[in-house]
């Protein structure tokens, strides 16, 4: 488990706590996603969000893209 400094006297919530076997499993999937090549380029998306609020607003990019 790794530590997390808390501030004193302050109370530890829900949030405090990695689940490391959590954090390995969504790292494992990443890793799956990216060589499977089920990524969105940082171009594609920010096209997509630059297009927001334009008459020519364009559909969510999608993988590969």
Known sequence: MCYIPVMANVEPTLFDEIDDAAEQRALEEAERAIAEGRTISHAAVRRWLLSWGTPDELPP?????
Not at 61 to 65: A, L, R, S, T
């Open 61 to 65: 990019p999608k993988c590969g893209e």
